[in-house]
């Protein structure tokens, strides 16, 4: 993945210098994570719904596993973005296993994913389910990013040497 990482750093250096500033506030390479998250989620949803899961003849039913799948593949290309990008100076600070910290961001997230796909089931019922699901994903990205900021990857206090 370190290619992958690299690759990324690239791009950033080509950005213009306001820019780079820009994306050392935390708030914007989550956005960013979050997008391309959200990439990830619709092609995911729509690969599964249109194409892989087509088998399964209840829309309703397909679309239940067609979320999951994408939520899935999303959750974890996020997981990784956000703990290189996003909160790097947490994780050197205080490093954790990164299967413990997967856990943890995906507990806290669990109420967002919980939040995304009720949103994009009863959405789906008045407006297309793709659209439906971009606008869950925003409403459910500002619980996802308290989450994760205050329990994934809080700050550890130092523990004062007496």
């Known amino acids: 993945m370190s290619r992958l990482r690299t690759f990324a750093e690239t791009l950033v250096r080509l950005l213009p210098t306001r820019f780079q500033q820009m994306l050392r506030w935390r708030f914007i390479k989550f956005g960013l994570v979050g997008g391309s998250g959200t990439v990830i989620n619709i092609a995911v949803l729509y690969l599964a719904q249109e194409h892989v899961l087509n088998n399964i003849a209840d829309f ?93 990857f809080r700050r550890h206090r130092r523990k004062a040497t007496p």
């Open 60 to 152: 309703h039913q397909r679309l239940n596993y067609s979320i999951a799948l994408a939520i899935t593949v999303a959750t974890v290309s996020n997981f990784y973005w956000n703990r290189r990008l996003t909160w790097r100076d947490r994780t050197r600070s205080t490093p954790q296993p990164a299967l413990r910290l997967f856990v943890k961001y995906v507990m806290a997230a669990a109420l967002s994913i919980a939040l995304q796909s009720l949103l994009t089931k009863w959405l789906a019922l008045h407006v297309h389910y793709l659209v439906a699901n971009v606008i869950a994903i925003g409403l459910a990205s500002v619980v996802n990013f308290i989450a994760n900021d205050k329990l994934t």
